[in-house]
């Protein structure tokens, strides 16, 4: 299944929807193009929205290491919102759930933000 996404900057947050399969055929575009919408000033949180991704390889994984490593050196902070539950098995599998901040929707993660 072909993976799109939208990005949308409001108010500092960059909401990121994801959907379909972040995998090896659509990793580097993805990476690239939300690697420049991080760096671009205006944003400080990243809400990657992964309520209708349906699935992640071990490429996509690299790069969304990539995205972490990406907003931390630029002291933003980023977070996924409303993964399905075979994300978050992945995520576990891979201990990626120990650096990545996870919450269930977009209320909560702005509510963590301050910014509601």
């Known amino acids: 299944m072909k993976c799109e996404y939208e990005q949308k900057l409001d108010n500092k947050v960059l909401l990121v ?3 379909g399969d972040f995998d090896v055929y659509f990793h580097k575009q993805i990476k690239d193009d939300l690697n420049t919408a991080i760096e671009r000033e ?3 949180y990243i ?3 992964f ?4 699935y992640i390889d071990s490429s996509g994984l690299g790069s ?3 995205l972490i490593k990406n907003t931390s050196s630029l002291s933003k902070k980023l977070c996924i919102i409303s993964p399905k539950s075979n994300i978050l098995k992945i995520f576990a599998l891979t201990k990626l759930d120990q650096v990545l901040t996870i919450f269930k929707d977009y209320e909560e993660a702005l509510k963590s933000y301050e910014l509601n």
Do not use: P, Q
């Open 17 to 19: 929807k994801i959907s």
């Open 42 to 44: 205006g944003s400080r």
């Open 47 to 49: 809400i990657l929205d």
């Open 51 to 54: 309520k209708n991704l349906n």
């Open 64 to 66: 969304l290491i990539s």
